[in-house]
């Protein structure tokens, strides 16, 4: 039976005082999930801020891993086999 990967989850704290906000109720150490179907990670989607400066405005939006607040994120990745 072959093994495929249909998905990469991408757990990260960014180190935003949002994210220490929500650190401190949650206790974990990752804050924010987003997904991808390519090993690559050439596309990542998220529910995350439309608007870069406001942290309150937000949606399902097309991340860029290289730049913004994932440039300095600690993180892990997982990914769903099936």
Do not use: W
Request: glycine share 6%.
């Amino acid at each position: 039976m072959i093994e495929r990967f249909i998905s990469y989850l991408l757990f990260t704290d960014t180190g935003t005082n949002l994210s220490k906000l929500i650190k401190l109720f949650t206790t974990q150490p990752f804050n924010h999930v987003t997904i991808s179907f390519e090993a690559e990670l050439s596309e990542i989607f998220s529910f995350g801020r439309k608007k870069h400066n406001n942290p309150f405005i937000g949606g399902f939006v097309r991340e860029e891993i290289a730049v913004g607040l994932f440039k300095n994120a600690k993180c892990e990745i997982y990914s769903y086999k099936i």
